[in-house]
Nanobody, 129 residues
């Protein structure tokens, strides 16, 4: 049974940093990609960042470029999201997702929710002003 377990959320002041982790287990092979999405109250879930598992190429939403960094531990099927210079508008539940469907054909494909077949339960990030 596939499990994605997120950790690292919390409360931080604006300008601060947090590091999220997501460990994927239950499959014998590594995923094709892993990503982070977020959902703020009253809003739709949106893409944050993703990483191609084999090559390590990354893709970011414009709103987080230069502030967030996605990385991976290839052998442990674990993905990280380092979030710096946090803003109150970054407040949301952050979800980890894994793509075991097919290799992403383009970077933009990694930003689409339907590219992912497994999701974590989410971790709350709250940024106070």
């Amino acid at each position: 049974q596939v499990q994605l377990v997120e950790s690292g959320g919390g409360l931080v002041q604006a300008g601060g940093s947090l590091r999220l982790s997501c460990a994927a287990s239950g499959r014998a092979v590594s995923p094709y990609a892993m990503g982070w999405f977020r959902q703020a109250p009253g809003k739709e879930r949106e893409f944050v960042a993703a990483i191609n598992w084999s090559g390590g190429s990354t893709y970011y939403a414009d709103s987080v470029k230069g502030r967030f960094t996605i990385s991976r531990d290839y052998n442990k099927n674990t993905v990280f999201l380092q979030m710096n210079s946090l803003k109150p508008e970054d407040t949301a539940v952050y979800y980890c997702a894994a793509d075991w469907i097919s290799p992403p054909g383009t970077a933009q494909a990694m930003g689409v929710m339907t590219s992912y077949d497994y999701w974590g339960q989410g971790t709350q990030v709250t940024v106070s002003s």
